[in-house]
């Protein structure tokens, strides 16, 4: 069993409750075969958090210690950027010698997310000499992707390969992220995904709703074209009026009239456990995301038994066998239109569905393959 800590740069707080929840999920896949400690420290705003003051939380859950502190600065100034900085620097170094008092050295150090704790890292392996790699999830490496790597200064890019390039191992939770990673920071990356809960994403037999129902879960932002959703099912609501469509996410984002969509029910987010629930009473999962580097729901819906239309991102391809258990769909308003008319007729084996990816993204599965690699990182290492 090997000691490894985790530098999370993504991780869910009080006060971002789902940013990187899919890195938590990870780490407690991983603790079902290794003593995972997994810290993380965020700014965040200040009126949770006094200025010149943190706030420390630390859980421990069998094999999983969770360290999450949390800091403020005054404003966005010049000056409080670097304030922030070297906060930032101090409290992991703080933490680390903690660590080292109790637990002696890791193993291994494995990054959540190369910006910006991948500094973190590349410093520690510089003055202990531990290895780490590193998992990604960021969309900015993909293509057209908002705030596009390829647009970033020289001065990033430069930090982000000596991140990448010290990395023992690259991974990526989707093949089409590994691709572009292999690419830009000239890396030989391998695929560990995220996981799905197959406690509650299951299939189950349930009495469907009278209409046929859509369903689109995601965080309503411009990356997931939501709006390119609602035009699509208008359209279909037309020669359909036994349809209706569930908009399940932030939906505070919307500057529309709710009214003129009589067959949407706008849900507002709602707990992850209560997500399952909402996938069974539905028909088709809609995702018409513009770019993605992995997309939860699709397996999450998968799980379930539930058909997936989607455009060709994130892990869609490798899933998606049209007429089988879906359909992709060009990022194309009248493409996605005429799927949906077609899938409402298409006969699908859920169970058959539900049972292809039971054990794929498992807590099981895909700790052992982060075990896997933790044990072949040492081994390498021993070999020098």
């Known amino acids: 069993m090997s000691k490894v800590l985790w530098l999370c740069s993504w991780y869910p707080n009080k006060e971002q409750i789902q940013n990187g929840d899919f890195v938590k999920r990870l780490a407690q896949a991983a603790s ?31 094999n999983l210690e969770e360290i999450i502190i949390m800091y403020s600065c005054r404003n966005n100034s010049f000056l409080n950027k670097i304030i922030s900085t070297i906060k930032y620097l101090k409290y992991h170094i703080d933490e680390f010698k903690r660590y080292k008092n109790k637990h002696g050295k890791p193993n291994i150090i494995h ?22 790699v590193l998992t990604e999830h960021w969309t900015q490496y993909i293509e057209k992707a908002e705030g596009e790597y390829s647009k970033k200064s020289f001065a990033y890019k430069y930090l982000m390969k000596m991140i990448f390039r010290n990395a023992t191992q690259v991974i990526a939770v989707s093949r089409i992220l590994g691709i572009r990673l292999d690419e830009l920071m000239n890396v030989n990356s391998i695929v560990i995904p995220n996981v799905v809960d197959k406690k509650i994403f299951k299939y189950d037999d349930i009495a469907r709703q009278s209409k046929f129902t859509f369903v689109h879960i995601s965080s309503m932002s411009q990356q997931k074209n939501p709006l390119g959703i609602l035009n699509a099912f208008e359209k279909l609501f037309l020669r359909n009026p036994n349809i209706q469509l569930l908009m399940v996410g932030a939906n505070e984002r919307f500057n529309l009239d709710k009214a003129k969509y009589p067959n949407v029910h706008f849900i507002g987010t709602v707990d992850y456990e209560q997500i399952p629930n909402i996938l069974k009473m539905s028909d088709a999962t809609i995702i018409f995301s513009r770019y993605e ?4 729901v699709i397996p999450e819906s998968l799980n379930c038994g539930v058909p997936v239309i989607s455009t060709k991102v994130g892990i869609a391809q490798e899933l ?5 258990n879906g359909f992709l769909v060009n990022e ?22 539900a049972s292809s990816f039971t054990e794929r993204f498992s807590y099981e599965t895909i ?3 982060m075990h896997n690699l933790y044990t072949e990182t040492q081994n390498k290492r021993s070999r020098h």
């Open 32 to 62: 079902l075969y290794d003593e995972i400690t997994t810290l993380s420290i965020a700014r965040v705003n200040r009126s949770s958090i006094q200025y010149k003051s943190k706030e420390y939380v630390r859980s421990i859950n069998k």
């Open 111 to 132: 990054v959540q997310v190369a910006t910006k704790a991948g500094i973190i890292a590349v410093l520690l392996k510089i003055i202990y000499r531990i290895p780490y």
């Open 293 to 296: 580097t992995f997309c939860c």
């Open 320 to 324: 998606i066998v049209p007429g089988e």
């Open 332 to 353: 194309n308003e009248n493409d996605l239109f005429l799927v949906m008319e077609k899938i409402i007729d298409w006969e699908f084996d859920k169970v058959r569905i």
């Open 367 to 369: 700790g052992l393959e």
